[in-house]
């Protein structure tokens, strides 16, 4: 008999491959898959490769730049590590071997609200190297705010609002696997510790570990989650706010109305609503909306430095780098961050030597060509 367990599934690289064979089959599949028919998961892939560039020539390619600013902050490069949560189930060490990554190869990390180790081990872990916090607004008032509060406290520059999981979204897999890496404990590092959430059990977690992470299940989101539930998280914090999982333009225009720094565009990697559109096609109606006045950027689909190319010319001010980050890391710890980074920036170097441009502010969309199929 055939079971599931035994068919291997279809990999979209070699580096997936690698992961798959370091890591138990639920873990796998809870990075893989996506919501529904993963139909979202694919559109994202493929709104990529309707994108043609148009490169220009002769036109000195002989330096490459691939610094900007966002906020105050320099980067070196227009890359980000998005918040993925739970990542000790793809390498024991989780996200401290991550921000070790991160800070070697200076790439901002964005920390999971349900990470599997503290802000605070993390920050550790990073040093002086950037940092954002992304939160679930907690149903609870007062997690959100100790929350922000301690991201503040540990040099976190920015706090990222997820807005795009008021309810989880239909994760077959999971359901098949009967697997919760929340239930198990794998997320639960911002949680355990923190004094607001202990506040709310009736037993320490050591005396009831079920119910304390049962808990954090309850109400680590808020589905009643709307514009004036974010104007107090607006009031408990004067660092940048963005809202990841913007995907229409009026929500754009809503942003802005509500004093938001920023927008990332994202579908959760395809995670949540299915038959959703891609981010990089919910892009350009975005940028003709908020134009220059607040930071763009693109987060789900992004594999290689090509991608990158792509979603700048588009009009994003820098990526977020998700399921990639995640696979080097099971393949190989920090080593295998590193390497998924070196490899995308220099494909991201090449491509903008070939297409002509010598700086990211000069990357724009003359130099793409939609296909019409
Ligand atoms: C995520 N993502 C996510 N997003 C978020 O805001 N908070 C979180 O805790 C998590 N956790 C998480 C876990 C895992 C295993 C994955 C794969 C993703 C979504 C993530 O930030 C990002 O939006 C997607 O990964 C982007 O899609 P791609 O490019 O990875 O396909």
Redesign the pocket.
Known sequence: MITEARIQPNFESLLEKRAFEKMRREAFD???R?AGSEAT?QE??FAFSRWKIRPRVLRNVAHIDMTSTLFKLKLPTPLFF??????R??HPDGELATARAAEKVNVPL?V????SYSMEEIANELGNSPRWF?L?CSLEETVTKSLVERAEANGYSAI?I?V??PVLGIRETDARNQYS?LEEGD?CGNYLGDPAFLSLLDHSPEEDRKAALQKQIDIIDQPGLDWNALKKVREMTSLPILL??ILHPEDAKLALENNMDGI?I??????QLDHCIA?LDALPDIKNIVQDRIPILL?????TGVDVFKALALGADAV???????YGLAANGTEGVINVVHKILHELEISMALAGVRTIQEINSDLLFKRER
């Open positions: 809870y990075i893989a996506g998961m994202n892939l998005a918040p993925i949560g739970v990542q189930i793809a964005i999971s609200s349900a990470s992304q679930y990222v997820t795009d999981t890496p997320g990841k999982g990332i994202s579908n959760h990697g395809g995670r981010s987060d789900s689909g992004i594999r977020l780098l998700g399921r990639p980050l995640i």
